[in-house]
Nanobody
């Protein structure tokens, strides 16, 4: 069983930075490819970024790369989403998600929400002007 827990959300102003964390209990994070998604009020959930199980490959939603950086620290069993120069349109609940990826299948990244089996409860990010 995999449980994912997000933390690091909060209320900030335009231009500020936040770092979200996704930690896991149960199965080690190292067997998971991890994605970040967000859902703003009244909108569909959207892909933000993903990182492969090794950390060697990453993928970003168009327009977010450059402001957002996804990374992982295996020793800490955590994946991070560094968000810089935040804008009001970044306001949303941010979720991390995990997909078990066997080592023989390669160091893949996944952007489709339906492919992820495990989800955290989300952390609120509010950006005000």
């Amino acid at each position: 069983q995999v449980q994912l827990v997000e933390s690091g959300g909060g209320s900030v102003q335009n231009g500020d930075s936040l770092r979200l964390s996704c930690t896991t209990s149960g199965r080690a994070l190292g067997v998971l490819t991890v994605g970040w998604f967000r859902q703003a009020p009244g909108k569909d959930r959207e892909f933000v970024a993903a990182v492969s199980r090794s950390g060697g490959n990453s993928l970003y939603s168009e327009g977010l790369e450059g402001r957002f950086t996804v990374s992982r620290a295996s020793a800490e069993n955590s994946v991070y989403l560094q968000m810089n120069n935040l804008k009001s349109e970044d306001t949303a609940v941010y979720f991390c998600a995990g997909k078990i990826v066997p080592s023989w299948s390669g160091d893949t990244v996944v952007r489709t929400a339906e492919e992820y089996s495990y989800w955290g409860q989300g952390t609120q990010v509010t950006v005000s002007s």
